[in-house]
DNA sequence: GTCAATTCACATGAAAGAGACCACGGTCTAGTG
DNA sequence: CTAGACCGTGGTCTCTTTCATGTGAATTGACGA
C-alpha cells in the first residue's frame, strides 16, 4: 500500500512539468552572455586594461559598488575576454582572480600570497613559513618570464580589514622590483567608505583609477530579471507582476541584484515544490519569508559553541524580561548556561564583544546607553520575528546539548 | 534651584597568551638485501 | 641501507584573557538666591 503510494508519487513527479526550464540561470555563479546596464563600465573597465594587450601595464583600478551590483560579473567578463584574446594570440598576459573572501583561501596576507603563489605554479605549505619567505617564492615565480599580470582582488575590504594595508603596499610596490614581469591590481570592494583608512601612499598608487558602480533601480533589475527568467523558466511560467515585484523589492533593498535573482530561483522553487501552475505573487512572499529564516538559522547553526551559549543567554533573558535586557544580567545567565553545559565561561569582555558581533550579524539589536548613575551597558533585545523564535531557541538547544 | 563633581557598569582598545595547525629537518626503528 | 614513524622547532592564525582607559547621564552635594 504505501509502497504503490510511492511509486505513485514518484511517477506524478516525474510526469509533472517543471517550471523551470534551466534553474542554473537564476544561480550566481551563472555567467550571462550579455549583462544589461553595464555597458559602460565593460568599456571602461576594457578601456583601463586594454594596455596589457599591448604589453604595458594596465594602470591599477579600484571599483567600488555595493552588493549586487555587477562588480564582479563586469570586472570577470572583462578579462575572460582579455584572456581568450591573449591566448589567441598568445599574448603574455595573466589574469588571476582571487576573491579574498572565501575563508582559508586568501583572507590574510599570508595566505594571499601563498595562493598567488600558487597559481604561479609554485606551491607552498599553507602555513609554517615566514611571510617573507613567501612573499620571495611569489617574487621569483611571478619574475621568471616577461608577463603582464592582472591581479583581481575581490572583496578587498575584507582582506585589509583583517591583514591591514602593509600587504597592499607591498604588492603595489612590487613592480619597481619585478624585472620581466609587471603586475597591476584591480581592486573590488562592497565598502565606498573603504579607502578613507587606508595608507596615503598605497590610496594614491592603488587608484590610479576609478570606478563606481551604482545600484541599479528597479527598472533595470526588471531588465535582468527578465532575461534571466526567460531562461530559467518555462515560457509563460511566471504570472504577470512577478518580476515587476521582484525588482520593486530589490531596489528598496539597495538593487542588490544578486538578492532578487535568489528571491526569484526560491519562489521558482517553491512554486514548483507545490505543483503550482505558474510562478505567482504569493510565492513570492513566502520566498521572502523562507530565505529570511534560512539565513538566520544557518547562521545560528553555524556559530561556534560559546557563541550559541551566548545567544541562548540573550534569548532566555528576553524571554524572561521582555523590555531592555542590560549586558551584565547575560552575562549572568550565560554562566548559568556554561555551567549546565559543562563549558568554561568566557570573561565579561569576551562576551561583550560577542554580544557586539550579534548586533552586527543583526540577530539582535544592541543599543549603548547610559543610565547615568547605574553605569554605561547595552540594552538589547531579539531582533527576530516571534513565530521564528521557539524555532531558534530549540536550535541553539541542539547545538548546545541541553534538555 | 543650579552647577560641577562623582560614580557606576560597562564599552572600547591594546597587548600579550594559549593552543591548534603545519612544514621541515633530524633521529629512531624496523624491514630488506 | 633505507623508508617511514616520530619528535622538536619555528612559524602563522584565531580566539581569549589581562590590563587600561573611556564614557555619558543620574546622583550628589556644595553653593548661592
Known amino acids: 500500500m504505501e509502497e504503490k503510494g510511492l511509486v505513485n508519487f514518484f511517477e506524478q513527479f516525474l510526469n509533472k512539468r517543471s517550471l523551470f526550464t534551466n534553474k542554473a540561470a537564476l544561480q550566481s555563479s551563472y555567467a550571462p552572455g550579455n549583462i544589461p546596464h553595464r555597458d559602460i563600465q565593460i568599456s571602461q573597465v576594457a578601456n583601463v586594461l586594454a594596455p596589457a594587450l599591448k604589453g604595458e601595464k594596465p594602470s591599477n583600478l579600484f571599483i567600488y559598488g555595493k552588493t549586487g551590483t555587477g562588480k564582479t560579473l563586469v570586472v570577470k567578463y572583462t578579462t575572460d575576454q582579455i584572456a581568450s584574446i591573449s591566448q589567441q594570440r ?168 544578486r538578492r532578487a535573482l535568489e528571491l526569484l530561483r526560491v519562489a521558482g522553487e517553491l512554486a514548483d515544490r507545490t505543483g503550482a501552475e505558474k510562478l505567482g505573487l504569493q510565492h513570492l512572499d513566502q520566498a521572502d519569508e523562507t530565505i529570511e529564516k534560512d539565513r538566520m538559522l544557518e547562521l545560528i547553526r553555524t556559530q561556534p559553541k560559546q557563541h550559541q551559549a551566548t545567544l541562548y543567554a540573550i534569548v532566555k533573558a528576553c524571554k524572561q524580561k521582555k523590555e531592555g535586557v542590560f549586558t551584565g544580567e547575560i552575562y549572568d545567565v550565560y554562566q548559568t548556561v556554561c555551567e549546565q553545559t559543562k563549558q568554561r565561561p568566557l570573561t565579561q569582555r569576551r562576551v561583550s564583544d560577542i554580544i557586539a558581533e550579534f548586533d552586527m550579524l543583526g540577530l539582535i539589536t544592541a543599543k549603548v546607553i547610559s543610565k547615568g548613575r547605574y553605569g554605561r551597558t547595552r540594552e538589547i533585545s531579539l531582533a527576530i520575528p516571534s513565530q521564528n523564535e521557539q524555532r531558534m531557541q530549540s536550535l541553539l538547544e541542539e547545538g548546545l546539548s541541553l534538555a
Open 90 to 257: 598568445t599574448l603574455p598576459v595573466k589574469i588571476v582572480y582571487i576573491n579574498c573572501k572565501l575563508k582559508k583561501v586568501a583572507d590574510t596576507e599570508y595566505r594571499l600570497v601563498a595562493q598567488l603563489s600558487k597559481e604561479f605554479g609554485k606551491d607552498v605549505p599553507p602555513t609554517g613559513l615566514p611571510t617573507d619567505e613567501v612573499y620571495r617564492i611569489f617574487f621569483s615565480a611571478l619574475d621568471r618570464q616577461k608577463q603582464i599580470v592582472i591581479l583581481v582582488l575581490d572583496e578587498i575590504d575584507e582582506l585589509i580589514g583583517k591583514a591591514g594595508d602593509e600587504l597592499l603596499y607591498n604588492l603595489t610596490r612590487i613592480n619597481q622590483e619585478l624585472k620581466l614581469a609587471q603586475i597591476s591590481i584591480v581592486g573590488i570592494s562592497n565598502d565606498l567608505s573603504f579607502t578613507d583608512n587606508l595608507d596615503p601612499r598605497v590610496k594614491s598608487s592603488l587608484s590610479e583609477e576609478e570606478l563606481v558602480f551604482a545600484p541599479y533601480d528597479a527598472l533595470q533589475l526588471q531588465d535582468i530579471l527578465r532575461a534571466r527568467s526567460s531562461v530559467a523558466f518555462r515560457q509563460d511560467g511566471v504570472e504577470f507582476g512577478v518580476i515587476e515585484k521582484c525588482a520593486a523589492r530589490a531596489a528598496n533593498d539597495n538593487g542588490d541584484a
